[in-house]
């Protein structure tokens, strides 16, 4: 553990090279902090922190720069004194609200999230909605577009709207569809697709019956199965790739790579803790293409309802500015 002064050097190391991109050296941390201490006790506590691998210094006329390690140390003072307790300030609850009433549905607000919050934080924004195979059905509509096609509406609890375009050989009588629209919404209304199976019985069965019920039945399901894959909205990636970070070919190809594998993506999102913002950086995250990243993420919502909404961009990042950002997501995207 650093003792307070020790820390306040990496933290004024970190702050420059966040703003900079460049190997910081002491004459500079002298003249632009007030460290309170002489250019020579500071020059010390630099060389004590390399040694200890909480900077290191690219060359041997250069400046240094922090290591994951001196991140992890200064991410880990910062969600001890600034973020204890995950509370936001009147300001940040503010732009929460704001957000949220902005919004006509989920699927709108998630949108509206996902855009401030790239902008806000000039690195990639991810925010993944809520499996809507865990959510409950509010409605279920069908729409006759002409004799031998269909329109499936689907509106979920918490404001998601799925949709799905049906074809049939033969003609569809709009009674037909009518009775098949008021089945279905007993099937499915106020459930999820789980519990639908576990009380599925013969009364459920003798509703599903006709033929056409049953067509449609299966398309419903179908509709929710694909809302459920590829949903993640991202936006930021153009601006993250600025970074000097990757400005080689050979630095950004890996990141790219984890980030189109929605399998891998969703995984390491889905690993983020329930009640709080975690902070993942360079290394500590599990595909070694990640190294080079920092990944900040949190859940919202409860339950069915709960999505994860995430900041990836280079380890040299403001932190301070983007766990802020994504605890105003989180209270945008969820219902407290």
């Not at 925010?127 to 006759?144: A, E, W, Y």
């Not at 004799?147 to 918490?158: K, S, W």
């Amino acid at each position: 553990m650093l003792s307070d002064r020790r820390q306040r050097v990496l933290a004024a190391l970190i702050e420059e090279y966040v703003s900079r991109a460049l190997p910081v050296g002491s004459r500079t941390l002298v003249e632009n902090y007030n460290l309170g201490v002489s250019s020579a006790t500071v020059r010390n506590e630099l060389s004590v922190l390399e040694d200890d691998g909480y900077i290191t210094q690219p060359h041997t006329s250069a400046g240094r720069i922090p290591t994951d390690i001196g991140y992890r140390s200064f991410v880990d003072d910062l969600l001890k004194t600034q973020f204890a307790g995950q509370e936001l300030d009147e300001d940040a609850r503010r732009a929460a609200d704001n957000l949220r009433d902005s919004a006509s549905e989920l699927d709108d607000l998630i949108e509206k999230t996902t855009a401030a919050l790239a902008r806000f934080t000039n690195n990639l924004t991810i925010v993944l909605p809520p499996s809507t195979l865990r959510l409950d059905i509010k409605q279920i509509t069908f729409v006759s577009l002409t004799p031998n096609r269909v329109l499936a509406i689907i509106v979920t609890e918490d404001g998601q709207v799925l949709n799905r375009h049906i074809e049939f050989v033969d003609e569809v009588d709009s009674l037909d569809l009518a009775h098949a629209q008021e089945v279905l919404n007993r099937v499915f209304a106020g459930r999820g697709l789980a519990e639908i199976r576990a009380d599925f019985d013969e009364e459920t069965a003798e509703l599903l019956h006709s033929p056409l019920v049953s067509v449609l039945f299966e398309e419903v399901l179908a509709c929710l199965r694909e809302g459920d894959t590829g949903h993640a909205r991202r936006l930021g990636l153009s601006t993250m790739v600025k970074q000097p970070e990757f400005e080689r070919a050979q630095n950004l190809m890996p990141v790219l790579e984890v980030l189109e594998d929605d399998t891998v993506l969703m995984q390491i999102l889905k690993d983020s803790p329930a009640d709080s913002t975690s902070v993942r950086i360079g290394h500590e995250n599990a595909p070694s293409q990640l190294s080079g990243v920092s990944v900040i993420a949190g859940r919202y919502g409860r339950g069915a309802s709960e999505g994860v909404v995430a900041v990836i961009g280079p380890t040299r990042m403001d932190y301070a500015q983007v766990i802020r950002a994504v605890n105003v997501a989180r209270r945008a995207l969820g219902d407290e």
